[in-house]
């Protein structure tokens, strides 16, 4: 869609910002299904009834979201190609002028780098940036450090979504004044517990055994390969138990094609991106995730919500969220063969699992709900646009 068919209202003239609501465009590569996507689509939901007007660009395509939004008109793409394209700033820069928002929020480094330059490093409008994963791997060496330190100029704050990130960015040498978390956060009353069995049925899955779950974007930094390792390892071992990977990605082929050569296909059950994702959740008994890096999961904050205790890699930024054997594990996960031996143990402890998926729900409740990620974005938002 064109920047001319974006039904922003008005000519074109400078606006007169006391007469119309604060206008919020966000910039992203698209606004397919994942956890980032999901939240502001979330967000832009409630925020509209608050004197908001919420427009989205995506880089390279609409994406499957954009139907869910509260104003799909308003969710446009600049259909950029794959690689670098100047065109694409050239784009960008006219749908700025076209909607003139008050404030542009990008999400994660490859929108910042197109909209720094398409704003005139922020001279245009104010940037707000979110970094939503932990920094790892290339992102941690010299050259991509010295890139986002040279965008992060254009930017008036930088937010993560956990204060574990916040913590990191700023060990990184990047100043304190310029970073602020808006940590994730669950719907609680959406995301409750609810009977298992009957959620089981739902996913044509038998109501004996045990069922474990992942749900994340199909990409190498998530090691559903392991985890599916680790499941062929306790069905070996003659253990009654599912594995339900929720969420789609590039990996889908190579990870169907890991779990065919097990002998035990049956069993994994690839559901691709769920609507109804709370079903996952509530017909599982554990929740795992073996990530390398997370900002803080909305996956792990909404089954903890539901009452399904989570089992996470020490190093994906789970830390804030969970109390390791109180309402959840956090463990060191190296290997097919030690996390089978970790899942071994937490499912047989049926009164320990129980538990822990009690006192999460509560955590999530008392620290994590979602009401508050969305007041503290509108403050910040506030803040920026009258800065």
Not at 23 to 29: A, C, D, S
Not at 44 to 66: D, W, Y
Not at 346 to 360: R, Y
Not at 364 to 372: E, G, H, L, S, T
Request: one cysteine or more; hydrophobic letters at 40%; proline letters at 4%.
């Amino acid at each position: 869609m064109a920047a001319a068919e974006l039904n922003a209202g008005g000519d074109g003239s400078p606006a007169d910002m006391s007469d119309r609501p604060l206008r919020i465009l966000h910039v992203v590569n698209s606004l397919d299904a994942g956890g980032t996507e999901r939240v502001l689509t979330r967000v832009a939901h409630e925020l509209q009834p608050r004197g908001f007007e919420i427009f989205v660009c995506g880089l390279r395509q609409r994406g499957s979201l954009a139907e869910s939004f509260p104003t799909p008109e308003r969710v446009v793409s600049l259909s950029k190609p794959d690689g670098r394209s100047v065109a694409a700033i050239w784009r960008l820069n006219r749908l700025i002028a076209h909607v003139r928002p008050n404030l542009l929020h990008t999400h994660n480094l490859g929108p910042l780098i197109y909209t720094a330059p398409a704003t005139g490093m922020g001279l245009l409008c104010p940037v707000l940036h979110g970094e939503h994963g932990q920094l790892i791997g290339g992102d941690l060496g010299a050259p991509r450090l010295r890139l986002r330190r040279l965008l992060y100029v254009a930017c008036r704050k930088v937010h993560t979504v956990s204060q574990e990130a916040r913590n990191e960015l700023i060990g990184l040498g990047f100043p304190s004044r310029h970073i602020v978390a808006v940590v994730n956060g669950a719907d609680t009353g959406a995301f409750a517990p609810a009977q298992r069995d009957a959620a089981r049925l739902r996913l044509g899955l038998p109501t004996s055994g045990h069922c474990l779950a992942i749900s994340a974007r199909l990409v190498r930094s998530k090691r559903h390969g392991l985890l599916i390792e680790a499941v062929a390892m306790l069905l070996a071992q003659g253990k009654d138990v599912h594995l339900l990977v929720a969420g789609d990605g590039p990996l889908r082929e190579e990870l169907e094609a890991k779990a065919q050569e097990t002998g035990e296909s049956g069993r994994i059950h690839f559901l691709g991106f769920q609507d109804d994702i709370q079903t996952v959740y509530h017909a599982s008994d554990l929740m795992v995730l073996p990530s390398t890096g997370e900002g803080l999961s909305n996956a792990i904050l909404e089954a903890m919500a539901c009452g399904t205790p989570v089992l996470c890699h020490d190093a994906c930024g789970c830390a804030e969220v969970i109390e390791d054997a109180v309402d959840g594990w956090m463990r060191h996960i190296d290997s097919a063969t030690g996390l089978a031996a970790q899942l071994s143990a937490i499912l047989g402890a049926e009164e320990e699992l129980e538990a822990v998926g009690v006192a999460a729900r509560q955590k999530i409740v008392r620290q994590f709900d979602f009401r508050n990620t969305v007041d503290a974005y509108e403050r910040l938002y506030r803040k920026i646009a009258s800065s």
